[in-house]
């Protein structure tokens, strides 16, 4: 079983790439930003409350996201192939919980992917990408907060995943083949 996460800033790849390992290696699949786009569309409470911090490009609290993350992650039964986290951790708390989670279950994180991509080509890729898909968040000025947002509490996991001895640095810029292959490469070594 290898559980992996993939992980970088917005608009680094992260949901495209995991596509791509889904297709080729039959992992499960955790997205905490789809899970929360699905919630505020169905109007649930959870969903009322994350659309509140989303739009202001904030995380939503580390225990709601806690929460919903033991509960996915157990509706894949125990015999799956490995899960993709996509999105999740964004907190050092959050890798903590995952941590203490799947050591419960007995399992672990056996690689952490960081695609790493300029803060140049980021904001491009999300304003193009909120031209097409029209999410609410990905505008220019939510944007950059969540850039910010990213710097601040979220790339310090990369030196907590060194210390862990499972990151892998990959550059995220070029074909998205190239940068596919580099990601398997990590993967097939596993
Ligand atoms: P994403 O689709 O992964 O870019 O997530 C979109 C938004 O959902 C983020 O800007 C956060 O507001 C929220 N979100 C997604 N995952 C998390 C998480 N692990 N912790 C806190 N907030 C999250």
Do not use: C
């Not at 007995?106 to 999300?126: F, S, T, Y």
């Amino acid at each position: 079983m290898n559980n992996i996460v993939i992980f970088g800033a917005p608009g680094s790849g992260k949901g495209t790439q995991s596509d791509k390992l889904i297709a080729k290696y039959g992992f499960e699949h955790i997205s905490t930003g789809d899970v929360l786009r699905s919630e505020i569309k169905n109007g649930t409470e959870l969903g009322k409350t994350a659309k509140e911090y989303i739009d202001k490009g904030q995380l939503i609290p580390d225990e709601l996201m806690v929460d919903i993350l033991a509960s996915v992650y157990d509706s894949f039964g125990k015999e799956h192939k490995g899960v993709i986290f996509d999105g999740f951790p964004r907190t050092i708390p959050q890798a903590e919980a995952l941590k203490a989670m799947l050591a419960e279950r007995g399992h672990r994180i056996a690689a952490m992917i960081e695609l790493d991509v300029p803060e140049e080509e980021l904001m491009k890729r999300l304003i193009l990408r909120g031209k097409e898909s029209g999410r609410s968040d990905d505008n220019e000025e939510t944007i950059k907060k969540r850039l910010g947002v990213y710097h601040n509490q979220t790339a310090p996991l990369i030196d907590w995943y060194k210390k862990e001895g499972v990151h892998n640095h990959i550059h995220g810029l070029g074909e998205l083949d190239t940068i596919f292959g580099d990601i398997t490469t990590v993967i097939d070594q596993l």
